[in-house]
């Protein structure tokens, strides 16, 4: 139990472009949903907070307009990085937290993005 | 001060050794404890979950957390080299909105 998948595992694009990526918890409800980024060899830093059917909330720094993040249900979040540029080159990575569990979160396979 | 402090390593040590992975923080009000394995280019995996303090078992795995010292410990009995992999601790308060503060993870090498 407790399995997250994302989709795509691994994107490149143009800069410019925009790139959707989605997180879903495949066996259970996920009230919320957390967006990390890691870079190599570095830890894991959150991104935003997704709650479902609320806007999604942001850490320091985070610029929400370009990274737009959707969670229309209780089993799907997704990330949109728009205007896509070479410094967002990163590993994705998205987590979910079970409604009826406790504090722990489950995370996906991460979503490797690779901007030329 | 970063909240969770954990040493990046790299650790190398030889198959069948007991190794302690290591995380010290600041926030009192931290009562739930996890430990994470990350393998190259992968999500992170749920290991072990504590809540307060005390000792959790499960198989090779040991999880402490001493509250008191604001110091928690991962111990794997009987290293892999499949236990070759990326560390990372991680905690947070009591509110099940609370967010999850990671530390920076510990590079563990098991020499067969």
């Known amino acids: 139990g407790a399995v997250v998948s994302q989709h795509p595992s691994r994107v490149i694009c143009k800069s410019g472009t925009s790139v959707k990526i989605e997180c879903r918890s495949l066996?259970?409800?996920?009230?919320?949903m957390f967006w990390y980024r890691q870079f190599p060899k570095q830890s894991l830093m959150l991104m935003a907070t997704?709650?479902?059917?609320?806007?999604?909330?942001?850490e320091q720094g985070v610029e929400k307009d370009k990274f737009l993040i959707n969670h229309a249900s209780l089993t799907l979040s997704t990330l949109t990085v728009t205007s896509a540029h070479p410094e967002d080159s990163s590993f994705y990575i998205c987590?979910?937290?079970?409604?009826?569990?406790?504090?722990?979160?489950?995370f996906g396979p991460g979503t490797r993005l690779t901007v030329l | 001060q970063k909240e969770v402090e954990q040493d990046p390593g790299p650790l190398s040590v030889p198959e069948g050794a007991i190794v302690s992975l290591n995380c010290t923080y600041s926030n009192s009000a931290f009562q739930y404890f996890m430990w994470y394995r990350q393998y190259s280019r992968k999500g992170p995996e749920l290991l072990m979950y504590t809540y307060s303090s005390g000792n959790k078992e499960d198989g090779r795995f040991t999880a402490q957390v001493d509250k008191s010292s604001k110091y928690i410990s991962l111990f794997i009995r009987d290293s892999q080299p499949s236990d070759s992999a990326t560390y990372l601790c991680a905690m947070s308060t009591y509110s099940s909105a609370s967010k999850i503060i990671f530390g920076s993870g510990t590079r563990l090498s098991i020499r067969p």
């Open positions: 066996d259970f409800q996920a009230t919320t």
């Open positions: 987590s979910a937290r079970d409604v009826g569990g406790y504090n722990e979160q489950f």
């Open positions: 997704s709650n479902e059917g609320s806007k999604a909330t942001y």
